[in-house]
């Protein structure tokens, strides 16, 4: 008999939504202090150094607080490193990590998190469910709205070593609290907010044209989508109350991901960011400019939001790649078997061969 697999998801056990909301996480630490004392560790991205926001955090004596450098999305060893500082920071457990910023700072917060109580190094815990025990208690706080980071039970990083772009996929990776405040999103340049709200639309596509498919996730993608489609067609993408309908839609999203798998688009972005150093957002943005023979509606869709927000991507990327380049970008994309067989089926790797996936590289 065929094995039944049950998804099987906790969701965020508590969130504080609305503009203006950031105020609440001085009170949301007294409380969590109150349960267990200890510093709070906060992870800010650098773009809020010296920043009016960086102000605006509750810090005591003895609490570090981290510029993430998002330059380059994190890595193991940008992981690893983070925890040296931190642990030579501090002299007692900390009582919450908080994370403040995009994907790779709420995912930085997270693998933190759990390693100061799972010890060893960020790669031993790259896979599905080997996380121990739970991590430090953990707050999120977008700052860009579209890689659900904020609701899924993973965080990405980079392993140059391995190859591959894997995160902790764990329940205990989820945050335990969030802070979504859409006013936070209002200094996100354009091209930034397009590439990285373009998150939600192709992770919710790629779970709804894929074969796992189940009516929890489909819900989720779906609302998602719907926002997307108001926020991208919209006159002013960046007016309040899209970024507030935006940070709703990468919540969903996020929710979505956390109950079904990614597609062809993420494993060919992965590569992309992998060998040629692209990020995520703008790399999925290149991917889905192609994308017309596997998801023709939808790549109409989103040529259409290029359109409408006069976005425009870089092209000829592949131009002057060697043969060897070609051979990574084709490695680095066929590993992940997962969401490749959930596009294209059990024969991914006949239907997505070496030449096949040249020939989408040199299109982009
Ligand atoms: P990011 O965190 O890399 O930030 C992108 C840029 O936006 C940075 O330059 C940053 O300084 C800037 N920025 C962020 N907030 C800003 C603000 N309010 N004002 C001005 N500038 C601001 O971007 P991202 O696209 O959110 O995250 C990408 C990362 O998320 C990748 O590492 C990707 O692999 C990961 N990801 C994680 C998940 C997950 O489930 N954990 C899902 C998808 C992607
Ligand atoms: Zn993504």
């Known amino acids: 008999m065929k094995e039944v697999i049950f998804p099987r998801s906790r969701n965020i056990e508590q969130y504080v939504f609305g503009k203006g909301s950031f105020s609440n996480l001085a009170e949301l630490l007294d409380q969590r202090r109150a349960i267990e004392d ?17 102000t605006r955090i509750p810090v005591r004596d003895g609490d570090p607080v981290i510029f993430v450098d998002t330059t ?9 490193d983070q925890m040296d500082t931190v642990e030579s920071m501090i002299d007692s457990k900390p009582s919450a990590v908080v994370g403040i910023g995009g994907g790779s700072t709420l995912d930085t917060a997270k693998a933190i998190s759990n390693l100061l109580t799972n010890q060893g190094k960020a790669e031993d815990y790259q896979g599905w469910d080997l996380v121990r025990v739970p991590g430090i208690y953990k707050i999120g706080i977008p700052t860009i709205s579209g890689t659900g980071a904020e609701t899924s039970r993973t965080c990405v990083l980079t392993n140059y070593e391995k190859h591959l772009k894997l995160g902790m996929n ?14 936070l999103t209002a200094t996100v340049p354009k091209d930034q907010y397009f590439y990285t709200g373009m998150d939600t639309f192709i992770h919710c596509i790629e779970s709804l044209n894929g074969r796992y ?40 999203g996020g929710c979505a991901l956390a109950n079904s ?19 995520h957002g703008l790399a999925n943005c290149l991917v889905m400019n192609i994308m017309e023979e ?34 990574q970008l084709y490695l680095s994309c066929i590993i992940h078997e997962k969401p490749l067989a959930n596009a294209l089926g059990d024969n991914f790797q006949t239907i997505l061969d070496r030449d096949r996936a040249t020939q989408l590289f040199q299109r982009m």
């Open 38 to 54: 200890g510093p709070v560790i906060y992870f800010m991205d650098h773009y809020f150094s010296g920043n009016h926001l960086s």
């Open 261 to 279: 798998y990614v597609g062809l688009v993420h494993p060919l972005s992965a590569a992309l960011s992998l060998v040629l150093g692209y990020h």
């Open 170 to 183: 764990s329940p205990f990776t989820i945050f335990d609290q969030l802070i979504l405040d859409p006013e």
């Open 213 to 252: 498919r189940h009516a929890l996730a489909d819900s989720y993608s779906k609302m998602a989508l719907q926002l997307c489609s108001d926020v991208f067609q919209a006159d002013d993408m960046l007016s309040e109350s899209n970024r507030e309908q935006l940070m709703v839609a990468s919540y969903f």
């Open 294 to 327: 596997y998801y023709p509606e939808e790549t109409a869709i989103f040529h259409d939001f290029l359109d409408k927000q006069s976005i425009e991507l870089p092209t000829g990327i592949a131009e002057g790649l060697s043969a060897d380049d070609f051979e």
């Open 72 to 80: 380059h999305e994190p890595t193991v060893q940008m992981v690893n």
